[in-house]
């Protein structure tokens, strides 16, 4: 084997420009494929990490009414859902993959504005929080501080906001101490806080906004859940955020915990609680990016059956060369199955050097495509190897015919061969 290889290296750097030749199906075909796959696995990773952010895999459950939030603003207090319990909440921090779990309420009123002197602003999400609910988050303090138990207990009209809302309620100035007015009452903003992971999803055109934004509050306040009866005059159903241990668990845990919730609601409704589904919705997303991708690597490969047919017409050609070379071979005793090997390594060695210069190019190709399309990139070393090895069977597939024209030829026809 070692021999059959050193003779396919010296009949290639033989016919260096021919041997090339041969070989550019095979690296443009595998090059057009290395860059497709790299492509498609940066774009999904994208699509993940746009949906679910930076690695903080937060479930958040809600209640639904049919595939709608239910927004007890517009209709009311639900019938039948009562408020979680103590014991709820420790039987959802027991769910398998759950690392922490904190129960809210929120609010997104357009009509009331909040209030600092005579700034205002709209649209503001309003949070009723325990104080588990900053770590489930990721939520951490930029300046002031956060709440703590006495606020609870003592029922304190104090308020933690986000880096959105100080810009826009305050101008650039040091909030904390400041009092600002949700629904006419007054609030005294204690901390400022943001998210721990600094992440920013890549938005390339107006659909993807509003794939990753639609839901997404740009201000957010953060009240003691303790007060929240107090401006909006009653106790109500509270969402639960959850915090899995990875993205892959992240369905899962998130159903477990809509299950636990469902089984305390006394009425049959059409009121149910259901998980977030981030995950599934980036599968989807990634789905669809790969149905259009996978056709452009059926194409892709279309090169490579070419290049398969070139290697085999060079291959035939070098038999017609050698053929005087093989009748002395055959002459002097060499068996039909080594002159099969020496021309099938050859074949593969070909279309493995092809294979590989290809992955070079094809890795070069998808940075290329990334600097000037601003496309994500993550080169998949399976894929590499998956097309080196497949560049070698190319080889041995489409070197059979020629091997076996050359194994097969007679001796003595051969030596008489011009």
């Known amino acids: 084997m070692i021999e059959n290889i050193r003779l396919s290296f010296q009949g290639i750097w033989s016919h260096k420009m021919r041997s090339f030749l041969t070989m550019l199906g095979i690296i443009i075909g ?33 209640l639904y009414q049919g595939d709608y ?19 709820t909440l420790e039987e959802i921090k ?20 909040v209030y600092y002197g005579n700034n205002g602003i709209t649209g503001t999400q309003v949070f009723g929080v325990d104080n588990d609910y900053f770590s489930t988050n990721g939520l951490v303090l930029k300046s002031g501080r956060g709440f703590v138990e006495s606020d609870f207990t003592e029922f304190r009209s104090v308020a933690l906001i986000d880096t959105g809302t100080a810009d826009s309620l305050f101008d650039g100035k040091d909030p904390v101490g400041k009092t600002i007015e949700i629904n006419q009452l007054p ?29 997404r509050s740009s ?38 915990v809509a299950d636990i919730l469902n089984a305390q609601i006394t009425e049959n409704t059409e009121i149910q609680y259901q998980a977030q589904d981030l995950l599934k919705q980036a599968e989807e997303l990634q789905n669809l990016s790969n149905s259009t991708n996978n056709q452009l690597i059926w194409i892709a490969s279309i090169s490579l059956l070419v290049g398969g047919i070139g290697v085999m017409n060079i291959m035939l050609v ?44 094809g890795i070069g190709l998808a940075e ?30 489409f070197g059979l015919l020629p091997s076996f024209k050359a194994a097969n030829l007679n001796p003595i026809d051969a030596l008489r061969h011009e």
């Not at 939030?69 to 014991?87: F, N, Q, R, T």
């Not at 009866?229 to 241990?245: G, K, L, M, W």
């Open 219 to 256: 201000t957010r306040i953060f009240l003691c859940n303790a007060v929240w009866p107090a401006i909006y005059s009653f106790d109500e159903p509270q969402n639960v955020a959850i915090r899995v241990s990875s993205t892959e668990a992240m369905t899962d845990a998130g159903k477990a």
């Open 69 to 87: 939030p239910y927004e007890i603003l517009y209709y009311g207090m639900p019938s039948g859902v009562p408020v979680c319990s103590p014991e």
């Open 30 to 62: 595998i090059a057009s494929i290395i860059s497709i796959v790299s492509t498609i696995k940066g774009t999904n990773e994208q699509i993940k990490k746009n949906l679910i952010g930076s690695g903080t895999n937060t479930v958040q459950i809600q």
């Open 318 to 361: 070098s038999v017609t060369e050698r053929t005087r070379e093989i009748g002395l071979k055959k002459a002097i005793g060499a068996k039909k199955s080594r002159i099969l090997w020496q021309f099938l390594t050859e074949a593969a060695v070909l279309t493995s050097l092809g294979g590989l210069v290809g992955v070079g190019a």
């Open 94 to 113: 027991q769910v398998a993959n759950v690392e922490d779990a904190a129960l809210y309420t929120s609010r997104t009123d357009y009509n009331n504005a």
């Open 187 to 215: 609030f005294t903003v204690i901390g400022v806080v943001e998210e721990d992971a600094k992440f920013e999803p890549v938005i390339n055109s107006i659909e993807e906004y509003y794939t990753y934004y639609a839901n």
């Open 368 to 397: 290329i495509i990334s600097q000037v399309t601003s496309a994500p990139v993550a080169i998949s070393f399976p894929s590499i190897i998956i097309a080196v090895v497949f560049s070698m069977v190319i080889g041995i597939i």
